[in-house]
């Protein structure tokens, strides 16, 4: 099954409401090792996502992240700000004007995204940022896909490997980011942006259909 | 925690708004997007400063906006460095022709914001120059951290760069006065207590009766580590120390000394630690040529303190004297 | 409660002692006993202006030795009124034969402490006025009190009078200008916290997380009475309304408005606080001339504020403008 | 039995123990309904009496007092500095050059002190200050003086009576001092210039001998 732009559209309603949900978890994520921000960030930023998608119905799958990806970088601010720009804006280019998303052109965008965080962020993976959320995710994406899997089940798979991924920060010492400052205190505790990566994923999968029926 | 304001989701909105109030005559505030512009600016043939970063630092920026400082502030969420739809219009607010440097504090929320203001004001036509301020001898500068932050140095680097700025220097040498005084100052810091950012209404850490964190930044972050508490001028010993021995600051040296408080903590405390601060100094010979004492660099209601050093050359020197006209930083006019 | 300080019966010597080492272009400090004086005085043919009392108000009073403000000041242990041995050489210092002016906030302590200094420099030959300062609304002015407090109104008392001074004004001119300058201030400050003396150790007071001190003094001391937390806007109109109705403020009005910190409110607050105030006066049609917002008159890291209000003509507000150069007011040079 | 210099230092030196010993009493007493320095301020006050007596032995019990009197006047501050200066003051010039005293001077002494304490202050009794501690005191001495009673008995009845009177300030509203701004709020708490002045009398009839034997 492909998905369109209505996929597209409940991918970043149900990820403004989990931010929303998880507005206090991720302030207190970031208390532990950052600035106690990132939840109130993420929340208001795609409040502005969803304004915007009020305002403007996007006509694509591409035209909707890109929609996103302005909102994000208007809103955000601090590091997750540009970096989830970017990620979502070079996911709106690779689409480009596709009406259809199959498998190929959903695997390509995540790792136009998870690239475009890390030429813009330069964190390598391990060094306890989203990164280790969403190359996991890029990787399990291009494994279903050479498997043959379809669109949701790439989205499925990317959606588990993120979670994974952001539960394997927990022991590391960060190297970039507010985080790394803290040097070894920076371990034992899980990074805020890798939970809300994976979080954002699971919107994605959740809105193809994945576990819990189709979406509308 | 407690704090006299109306909603967590406006205190920025608000109290910008009654800082334009208060400072009618020295500011323009300009709303959605929220940035602040000397009144009058562009100045003809000057170059145009920004700085920006996070709230939650009063007076930092917005209160030095004014003649011989900063052209304009950028004032993010608290905490959040602010977004180059801020940033832009700021810039493009400043731009006399004559170019815009943007002063940016080491973090990675902050260089990657002004970054892509600074791709797109290029577009737009402005030539603009970024100086990085990271002076917190507390972050080691390394492949494994995003390098020294920028703290309480910031507020030295727009003063002299905004006096280079005023008596007419280009850009790229308005650029190099401020990449010298960035080469030039340390800072490092403690705090008694954490703080509390309105949105998370808890303290960013809690510190037991007799703890105190060490190389702490200025966004209610953890420090470097925790010790137990100390006396004024063993705390002093322990911030000042590591400041001198990165600047290699040697005898005969003359310097400007800058003990900042963190928000929270009494201005009579400061000065028991610029007593102590400038006693070390003079036992190593360096002399103490100008001095500042007080909250320019603060963490919200943070208890504590961070000690900066700056080394100092006749021209900083006479820069650094030039008459300023902002809020929270006036002399000379 | 941590402190910067090295033992709680020196914190006053070592601020001081710090104090006077990062100001000495500006003040002289004298120990044993304990005043600071502006640098060169007295000044020849101008009336000397002495203000003191506790410590623990810090700038107050050091912080506003020098050009066109305080000639000396004579500082207190915390939250003690200082003695006749410490304000009769620091009056005797400022004495130029014109004359000196002894700027007192109404406690008891205060008040008996500088009555028997000013007789005591009397019988040694030197011209003593006293001005009291009661801005106060908090407190009912009978019978039935030791009548308002002096508060955040000194520091205007202070600057204006000082400014007399620095023109030449006579004694009895200079007196008579502090005196309208008292009859046209009024003051009420809010706690949304204690705050802790250092040789106490713990708190002058506790509030739940939900509860404020309305019409607190500048000592610790509680308030009038205790009220839930409200809103920067509730609190703001609370603290103004009585003070506009004591001093009677009518729609044309010009007046100064003076937003100021306790010690541990950060300065964003302030200025949400600032908004509010200066809404309500536009509102009543009173035109608000001039502002300052700031740590000014504090109560050590106590977290809350007071708002004054001073009723301004054209002579006040020209002696308000006048140049002045102290460590923590400074502006005209 | 008459009383001489000897009993003026050692009612001196027992007042600066009391002072010591009970600091943190008059620290709290005074934060309930002052700004916490009554405790400090008479101990800072009274070490500084003591240096002074090192330094210049009086050689009557005069001449002790205007000792402690200037010290007061110098180091102890606040209200209760100038209050215990004048008092200290009236009472050492009531005394003169005698070198004994018997239970008339003594008790013309206490009135003195009342009376200087009264006419700096402009308190009565009732305001809820050290005068409630003073009267009483006073008139207690008056009477034991008119029943007969010698020095030691009229200092016994006079630190007895202050504190009493000292008890008596609990329900009181102030109308003097600092603790007059907290209106009603301030019935329900002891005065600590009255509880001093009560231990400052104890130390009196102490140092007299009594109760507990005769003073060295
Ligand atoms: N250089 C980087 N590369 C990738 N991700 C980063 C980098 N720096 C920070 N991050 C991510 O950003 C998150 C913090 O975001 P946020 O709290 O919103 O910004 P800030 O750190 O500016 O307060 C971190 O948890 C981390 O996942
Ligand atoms: N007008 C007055 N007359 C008599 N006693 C007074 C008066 N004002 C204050 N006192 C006494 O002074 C005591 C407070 O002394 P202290 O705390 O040392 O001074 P301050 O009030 O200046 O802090 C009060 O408890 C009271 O007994
Ligand atoms: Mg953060
Ligand atoms: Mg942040
Ligand atoms: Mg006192
Ligand atoms: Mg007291």
């Known amino acids: ?33 950052g600035d106690s921000d990132h939840g109130e960030n993420m929340d208001r930023g795609f409040r502005a996502v969803i304004e915007k998608l009020g305002q403007t119905p ?8 890109k929609l996103a990806a302005m909102a994000l970088m208007s809103k955000v601010g601090g590091a997750a700000g540009p970096l989830y720009g970017t990620a979502y804006l070079r996911a709106a280019t690779s689409l480009g004007e596709l009406a259809e998303i199959d498998a190929a052109a959903l695997a390509g965008a995540l790792t136009a995204a998870r690239d475009g965080i890390v030429a813009r962020g330069k964190a390598e993976l391990g ?90 | 925690m407690k704090k006299l304001i109306n909603d967590p989701r406006s205190v920025v909105d608000e109290s910008v708004e009654g800082f334009g109030m208060a400072h009618a005559d020295l500011v323009d505030v300009h709303t959605d997007p929220i940035y602040i512009v000397r009144k009058g600016a562009p100045v003809a043939g000057k170059v145009g400063l920004v700085s920006g970063g996070g709230s939650g630092h009063e007076p930092l920026h917005a209160g030095f906006v004014g003649h011989g400082m900063l052209d304009a502030a950028v004032p ?27 002063i940016v504090k080491n973090y990675t929320g902050d260089v990657l914001n002004f970054e892509t203001a600074a791709e797109m004001a290029q577009a737009e036509g402005i030539s603009v120059r970024s100086v990085l301020v990271n002076d917190d001898v507390a972050v080691e500068d390394s492949l494994y951290t995003a390098g020294r932050r920028g703290v309480g140095g910031t507020v030295l680097v727009e003063k002299i760069a905004g006096a280079a700025a005023e008596r007419g220097d ?23 207590s954490g703080c ?59 310097v400007l000394l800058f003990v900042n408080g ?37 963490s919200l209601e943070m208890q504590g303190c961070s000690i900066s050093v700056l080394r100092l050359d006749d021209e900083l020197t006479a820069l650094w004297d030039a008459p300023v006209h902002t809020p929270a930083l006036r002399w000379g006019m």
């Open chain 2, 170 to 192: 280009s850009l790229e040498a308005v650029a190099g006065v401020a990449e010298g005084v960035v080469r030039n100052v340390r800072t490092m810091g403690v705090a008694l």
């Open chain 1, 127 to 216: 060094d306890k940022t989203m990164v280790d959320a969403w190359s996991p995710a890029v990787e399990a994406a291009d494994e279903v896909l050479a498997d043959g899997g379809d669109a949701v089940a790439v989205l499925a798979a990317a959606a588990e490997a993120a979670e994974v991924g952001a539960v394997t920060t927990d022991p590391l010492i960060a190297r970039k980011g507010r985080a790394s400052y803290l040097g070894e205190r920076s371990a034992g505790h899980r990074d805020p942006g890798a939970v809300s990566s994976a979080l954002l994923l699971r919107a994605a999968a959740t809105a193809a259909g994945f576990p819990e029926g189709s979406a509308e």
């Open chain 2, 196 to 254: 509390t950012v309105p949105h998370a209404g808890v303290p960013s850490f809690e510190l037991a009766e007799d703890e105190i964190e060490i190389g702490i930044g200025i966004h209610g972050e953890p420090g470097r580590h925790r010790i137990a508490m100390e006396s004024a001028d063993g705390i002093t010993s322990r911030l000042l120390e590591p400041v001198l021995e990165d600047l290699g600051i040697k005898a005969g040296e003359e």
């Open chain 1, 58 to 65: 996007p006509e694509t799958p591409g035209a909707a992240l």
């Open chain 2, 262 to 298: 963190m928000g929270g903590t009494p201005l009579s405390e400061l000065y028991i630690v610029y007593r102590r601060a400038a006693r070390i100094l003079a036992e190593r010979g360096a002399k103490v040529e100008r001095s500042l004492v007080g909250n320019y660099v603060t």
């Open chain 1, 1 to 33: 099954m492909d998905l369109g732009v209505d996929w597209a559209v409940q991918w970043l309603t149900l990820s403004a409401r989990l931010m929303s949900e998880h507005r206090e978890e991720l302030i207190a994520l970031d208390r532990a090792i």
């Open chain 2, 76 to 102: 993010g969420a608290v905490f959040t460095s602010p977004t180059p739809d801020q940033i832009i219009p700021a810039t493009a607010a400043v731009d006399s022709g004559a170019g815009v440097i943007h």
